[in-house]
């Protein structure tokens, strides 16, 4: 089975005992197409993402940025778009 990525990476380290550390993974799609079977509809384009986690004693904080070029499908397309999203949350919140 492939899985169509040309990048798909982690870096990083946590701690299962407490939950604590930090890292980023990373996912490429050259051709959204291989998304079709989880979405149940015909894609095309590219698609690229980051995620970033910190863990720690405090609280934790995550960081998502996606990016695509030429996604579309069902006629129609976005020649390119990027979501950026960050969430907090502090120890006892």
């Known amino acids: ?6 990048r798909l990476s982690f870096d990083g380290a946590l701690r299962l005992d407490d939950m604590t550390g930090s890292g980023t993974a990373e996912l490429a799609l050259p051709d959204a197409a291989v998304l079709e079977p989880l ?3 015909d894609l095309h ?3 690229a993402g980051t995620a970033t986690i910190e863990a720690s004693a405090k609280g934790q904080n995550g960081k998502l940025l996606l990016t695509a070029e030429g996604l579309g499908g069902h006629g129609y397309e976005v020649s390119s778009a990027t979501l950026s999203a960050t969430a907090q ?4 919140a």
Do not use: H
Request: glycine letters at 18%.
């Open 1 to 6: 089975m492939s899985s169509g990525a040309t």
């Open 39 to 41: 979405v149940n509809a």
């Open 45 to 47: 384009g590219k698609l």
């Open 89 to 92: 949350r502090d120890l006892g």
